[in-house]
């Protein structure tokens, strides 16, 4: 499975130009699947950018960010969420991203115009906060109709490896047996080793 950034895709060669041309698998000529993220995080309205090709401000909401894949065309498409460093100190943050990624998913779901071609994957946050993380998941569950694959979030960012370790093995006993789960970020060999049975790992390293 080959990976897009969302934001990149859209900045150049546009996510107009890759549907025109068959998607991003047909663009780069590769004949396997694909996935791409939802582009950003940590913003209640939407993600900002600025380009560093021409220094255009892009917003990325989840409705821009969900028809935006949508255009790009991978197989596996990402909700936008809200992410947090799972070293940071402050509870409430946590909280507040764990929540507005709910918020996000739902309009993620009302904007993804080919649910039948592409797998919107649902994000668990909640950082190493195991609490979070069942509140996260339990309203994810509510969702699975739409939901045909889940991402775990918010790890491989400094934590404590029993930290990481108890997180994964949380997310994985709680989500739903029969769907994909995929590991964000890890690239340490023992990353991978813990994740292994979690089916779909996408590397940082």
Not at 145 to 159: T, V
Request: with cysteine; net charge neutral.
């Amino acid at each position: 499975m080959i990976l897009g950034n969302t934001y990149h895709l859209e900045n150049r060669p546009g996510s107009s130009l890759l549907r025109h041309l068959g998607g991003l698998s047909t663009f780069v000529d590769w004949n396997r699947s694909s996935l791409t993220d939802s582009g950003g995080f940590q913003m209640e309205k939407g993600v900002s950018f600025q380009s560093p090709i021409d220094g255009e401000q892009m917003l990325l909401t989840p409705e821009r960010s969900t028809r935006i894949q949508n255009r790009i065309g991978a197989n596996v498409i990402m909700a936008l969420d809200d992410v947090v460093s799972s070293v940071c100190l402050e509870a409430k943050r946590f909280e507040e991203a764990t929540h507005r990624t709910l918020r996000w998913i739902d309009r993620c779901i009302a904007a993804h115009q080919r649910p039948s071609e592409q797998a919107l994957f649902g994000i668990i946050q909640g950082g190493v906060d195991l609490r979070l993380r069942s509140t996260c998941i339990e309203e994810m569950n509510t969702r699975d109709a739409h939901l045909p694959g889940y991402a775990i979030g918010g790890l491989a960012g400094g934590e404590e490896k029993d930290a990481f370790c108890r997180v994964v093995a949380q997310c994985a006993s709680k989500l739903p047996v029969n769907k994909p789960r995929y590991v964000m970020g890890v690239g340490y060999p023992l990353d991978l080793v813990v994740s292994f049975g979690k089916q779909t790992m996408k590397g940082s390293s």
